[in-house]
C-alpha cells in the first residue's frame, strides 16, 4: 500500500477543509476547520497527562456524540491551565462555528495548541469563522496541515486508498509535531479521515490500536504534553462498508497511515539529527520491553552520545540497566543497525573504525536483546542536540 | 552544627588516606585509597541499575566482612560491562592492595568511575600500589577527593565534629558528581568516615536513611550510573561508643554532611547555571510525591525554561500532570521562590516583571502543592544548558 505525500485530511471522499490567520499568532495560519459533509462517527484519543487542557476536556464529551461534523483547531495558544473560563471560551468557538455550518454544538471536536497559561483570544476565532467557513474547500488540505504547525519546520500529511470487495475507501491524515510555540509545549495533533462506513465502536478500536503501535511509539524528549490528541473521523461517503472480515485490510492501512505520520513528527522533532528506532527484544512482557526502550530512547546521555556521532554504547546499556526491568546483564546483546556490538553484557570486538562509521548514519536502530522471553517494543525517537535547546531556552 | 569545608575523611581519627597518578587518565590523580588504622565497621548503598560494574559486585561482597580496613578507588575507568574478567581485575587489584598492606582483601572496598566497556588497566593500578600505600597520610584526604573527580569542576569534600556525652566524635566525607569521562558516564560516588563506635548494622541503619534523604534526592540528567555506591566506614577511633538514644545525634549530623556532599554534587552538575529545588507537598503518598518531583526535577522543557530564565510555568504544571500521579487539576498551586505563580491550576496573576525577576536567580525552588494529603518529596537539580550538550556530544 502506496502512501501519497500530497494529499492529506481531504482525499477521501466528502470532506472539506479550511485554514485562516485569526491573530492568535504573529502571521502564519492559525485556526483550521475540518469538515464531513456528512455525519461521520469519531474517534478520538488523548492526552493523559492529568493537567490535561480545555479543549481536551470538551472534546472527549463531544466524542459521545452519535455523529460528528468536523474538529475546529487553533494553533498558537494551548487553553490549558485556563480553568472553567477555558472551557467555556472552547465552547464558545465550538457553539459559533455549528450555527456556521448548521449542525448542534456537540457534533464539533475542537484542538489547541500553543502556549499555556493564556486565556484564548475568543474574539479573534469568532471574527475569523466566517472566512474560515466561506473557504472549506476540498483543495484546502494542505492548508490546514500548515496551520496547525508551531515550531513544525515542515507540514505532515499522507493519504492513502485501500480496495475492499465493496469497492475502494479512501483514508488521509494530517499531524503537527513535538515543538513549542513561542517557544512553548510540545503538543502532538493528528487528525485522521476516513470515507469507509464503519460502526462507531470499531472505528475506535481500530483507531485506538493504529494510535498505540504509532503516536504512542514516539518521542522526543519524553515530555507528554497537555494538550495530545488523535481524531479519526469515518463517514461512509464511499458507500463501502466494512465488515468484520475486512475491518483488518482498513486497520494495516490506518495503522501504516499513523506510523509514516509519527515517524514524520519525529524526523522533524525539534533540533533533530538523526532517525533512532529503538528496538527491545527478547523480554518477559511487552510492558518491560516498551520500560526499556523508552529508557533508551529518554536518555540524555545516549541522546547527545547520538548527537556527537559518539559509539558510546555503554550508555545504551547503562540506560537499560536503570529501567526497572529484571534482567540478567551477563546476556545482554546489543545491535547498532545490525552490527553486534555488545554480546553477553560485553564488547563485542567490533573495531573503533567500524563504529565511528556506524554511528555517523542519519538513521540508526539501537536493537537490544535480553534473552529473557519473547516480547517485544519499538520506539522511535531523536537525538539532543545544541539545536534542541536553542529552540527550548529562548523566551519569546 | 557547622560543616568545615576544608577537611574531608581524613578529619575523624584513625585515617589515612593518599592519591596517586597511575596513567588510567592522561594527567589527573586517577587512584586514591582510604585507609582505617584499625579495624571499621563498613555500610554501603549501590547502584540499582541492573548492569551494575563490577567493582560494585565485589564491594557489595566484601562488606559482609565483620571488619573493613580501607577503600580502593579509580577514575578514568569505570570497570563495567568488563564481564567475569573486570571482576577479576577488581579482585586482584585488592588482593594487591591488601597483601601491602597486611589485611585481607575481603577487608576492603573497591569503586570506580570513568568510561564504560573498556577492560580496567590492572597492571597500571598495581605498579601504583606501593607509591600509593607510602603516601598514606591523614594529611592527604583532600587529594583523595580529587583524584575521584572525572568531569567535577571542583573536588567535593566536608566533615564536622559532634559533641556526645562520651565526648567528640567525628564525621568526614567525599563525593564526584554526576560527570562525565572521556566523556562517558555519569558517576556519583561518596565516601564517609566516622570515628565513632557502633555496631555495623545500626552504622548501615543511618547511613542508608542519611543517602535516602541525600544523594537520593538528586538528578542532573536522570541517568542513574552503573557505578554510584556509597561507602561509610566508622572506626571506633574516638574512643566514644554512640548509645541508642544518642544515635540519632550522630545521625543528624550525617544526614547533614551527606546533603551537603549531594548538594556540592547538583552545584557543580555539568553545565549548570542553576541550583533548582523542586519540593512536592499536599500528596497523598511519598512516592507519589517523589515521582512528580522527579519528573519535573528531569523534564528537559522546565530544565531548559530555567537555562533561559523563561519563566514558562506551564512546562512545570505540564510535567506534574505526566508524572503518573492521579490529582486534581484545578486545586494545583505552584510558588516559585515563595510566590504563588498558578493558583487551582490557573495563572495566579504575578505579572511578568515580577516572573521574569525571579526567574534570573541563580537558586530558584519550585513548589508544587497538591492539596491531596499530607506527604511531600524534595528533590534538588540543575538546568540544561548548552554546556551540558557540549560535554556529552564530545567524543574524546
Redesign the interface.
Known sequence: MRLLADEGITYPQGYRAAAVHCGIRKKALDLALIVSDRPAVAAGLFT?????AAPVIVARRHLGSKSVRGILVNSGN?N????A?GIHAAERCLKETARRLGCAPAQLLVASTG????PLPVERIIDALDELVANLSPANGARAAEAIMTTDTFPKQRACSVALRGGTVRLGGIAKGAG?IMP???TMLAFITCDAQIGRTRWQRILRQAVQLSFNRITV??????NDCVFGLANGASGVAVDREEEHTLYKALEALCIELAQLIVRDGEGATKFVTVVVEGCRRVREADAIARTVA????VK??L????P????V???????G???D??R?DVYFNDVLT?K????AGVSKAVLDELFKQKEITIRIVLHEGRASATIWTTD???E???I????S
Request: aromatic share 6%; charged share 10%.
Open positions: 493523559r497527562n492529568r493537567c490535561c494551548a490549558a491551565a485556563t480553568g473560563a502556549i499555556i497559561g493564556v513549542m512553548n509545549m510540545a524528549d519524553g515530555d507528554t504534553s497537555t529518554n536518555s540524555p546521555l547527545t552520545a548527537t556527537g556521532c559518539n558510546n554504547w555503554g550508555r546499556i547503562a540506560a537499560a540497566g536503570r529501567a526491568v529484571a534482567f546483564p551477563d545482554l555488545v553477553n553484557g560485553c564488547a539532543l542536540s545544541h534542541y535547546v536553542n527550548n531556552v529562548a523566551y
